[in-house]
């Protein structure tokens, strides 16, 4: 029997998960040390973390060598932190702060009954990182929600950081998001992280998947190099995002903006008619109201829920220039964002949460593809809804043993779809000294993607070793009809001669509606759907060291294989330092190296598809050849034309 890789290493999680214990991206980690005053250890010490805004208690007890290890802490709210043996002083820490995907490190020196504790405690928010060679930002909900930004798209957080910035290439910006490099990486490298489970979309991976209300973030984390193997199919800087969840308390938040167009600034001297183009003369109004509510169910203090949302409503406007119909065309965006999030603690041992989270919008004239010579019937509607369902398990098996697991469904239904306004035959007219004056499209596009995850992320304390060690599948089914540009025009394409303003009506249907005017005929044939799946699934070890009490070694190892290619041998290895300077906690030295894999979007299969043998072709023929139409009211042919030559695919 031949034993694959993939076998060895199935084999390899069985064995290390005997011995593991849970991280995952929206929890955190708290480590430390109890001492006397001789600075001999203490065994025995009770170390109880309790959730100051859900109740919720993780307990331990120091080893033979005086340490602890509380795991799979959930970020939100603060901690109050606790030690206790008899014969000495109970120590207390309030207000700690923790940020997703991080440990806390703390020193305790506890005294006689009589005396008073010395605490020491670094890796909490606000505090230097000391233990990991990565560079990030931590952005909690305060500072998020007193951060200006556009249409409150969180999406453009990251640049509050100079190492992101946007990119050159704006691709689909009819998405409405901030599409955003780092560090000289592409746009379609970002990597995100909601929840510990994956927010990245197979299909275009240009944004968040499903984008959230700004009001559910509890935090953002943005890595600019993340040297933890732990991150992948990436080569470029990760968004690790934690939704808020309820509290013992109800709270709530409401707002709303309006912004008319009469009050803003206006350039002079511009008209309908004389504009040059579309910026010279627009009107953009915004209305916009969020509101968020969460708290407990029941007064047992086990169950919490959050929930939040957002609607956006904007026109603008944008100037048609053409003679045929000039004057003001306005565009519509309606958007909704819609979160919930529900927590529930079963015993002492488990813990549940469940999010499920939804983006819909539509733009009926996205990035303003109206306006000059573009007549609204050129237009096409854009539209895209996304959901997201999340499910996440947490067992405490013992006090240094925890298992985390993920459990994740997306849906884009549709991910991307245009729908022409004027579904008919495009008539493409140059004019001499203008440009080109197009009215009608039969391009369309309905795309589709379904993704489904599983994770599980495993860790354990052992000695001067911080071990974790993790698994991650992803499938994603996606395709439809058409592509976003480029797709086929089953209806058909006039391009007409140069037309001379000066002495022809070039957009009059008199000019339009004669065949001789007509330079070429194209019009589509063909199969114009698909389908793509694609597996991406990874494993990884890594094992933070901490060689000296200041200077900590970080290794990693990941393996990870996308189905959608034929590359096997994606082995990432990852190595790096942290030196706590002085050992107070405030100037570290770090560095690191790794190697990065990117991963292959989707959408590349819909050029293969539609250009493949069995996809669509396109089929051009000029007056006199077989082919093109004897009139122009002949658009479209019915059939392909006998006698023609196909073209070879």
Known sequence: MRTTFPTYIAIAILLFSTLAIAQTPDTAIIVGQVFDLTHSVVIGVRITATNDATGLKRSAETDSKGKFFLAALPVAGSYTLTASKAG????????????????????????????????????????????????????????????????????????????????????????????????????????????????????????????????????????????????GATTGGVVNIVTKSGSNALHGEILGAFRPSDTQAKLSGFTAANAPNGNAITDDSLKQTSASFGGPIGSSGRTHFFVSGEYT??????????????GPFEGHYRGWLAFARLDHTINNRHSLF?????????????????????LPTVDRIFKRRTYSEELGETAVLKPALINSARLQFQLGSPITEFDPAVFSTQYTVPIKGVGSFVSGTSQAA????????????????????????????????????????????????FTYKTCDPATTACESQAYIGNIANVNSYTQSYGNATYT???????????????????????????????????????????????????????????????IYYSQLINNAQANYALSGPTGFFNFTAG???IGFPSSVSAAPLPTFPPGARMPVR
């Open 313 to 326: 409503w904007q026109n603008r406007t944008s100037p048609v220039t053409s003679p045929v119909s000039p």
């Open 446 to 493: 309905e795309l589709q993607n379904r993704q489904y995850e599983f994770s599980d992320t495993l860790s354990a304390s052992i000695g001067r070793h911080e071990l974790r060690f993790g698994a991650d599948v992803i499938h994603a089914h996606n395709g439809g009809n058409g592509k976003e540009f480029g797709g086929p025009s089953f209806l058909g394409a």
């Open 354 to 374: 469940f999010r499920s989270n939804v983006d819909n919008f539509h733009d009926t004239n996205p990035n303003g593809a109206v306006g000059g010579n573009s």
């Open 88 to 231: 000495f002083a109970d120590a207390r820490v309030e207000n700690l702060n923790l940020a997703g995907g991080r440990s806390a490190e703390m020193s305790l020196q506890l005294n006689a009954s009589a005396g008073s504790t010395v605490i020491e405690v670094t890796g909490v928010v606000g505090e230097v990182l000391t233990d990991e060679p990565q560079l990030g930002e931590r952005i909690d909900s305060k500072q998020a929600q007193e951060t200006p930004l556009l249409n409150r798209r969180i999406t453009y957080l990251p640049l509050l950081n100079s190492a992101n910035r946007p990119a050159l290439n704006q691709g689909d910006v009819f998405m409405n998001e901030n599409l955003f490099t780092t560090n000289g990486s592409g746009r379609r490298q970002t990597s995100f992280e909601v929840d510990g489970s994956t927010g990245n979309d197979s299909w275009g991976r240009q944004t968040v998947f499903t984008n959230l209300p700004l009001s559910s973030v509890q935090e953002m984390t943005v890595l600019e190099n993340a040297f933890s193997a732990e991150y």
């Open 532 to 594: 793509v799946d694609d597996t991406l699934w990874a494993l990884f070890a890594q094992d933070n060291f901490r060689i000296f009490p200041d200077l900590t070694l970080n290794l990693g190892l990941r393996y990870e294989q996308q189905t959608f290619t034929d590359a096997r041998k994606d082995f990432a290895p990852r190595v790096g330092f942290a030196y706590n300077l002085g050992g107070k906690g405030r100037t570290a030295i770090r560095g690191g190296f790794g």
């Open 623 to 625: 007056p006199g050849q």
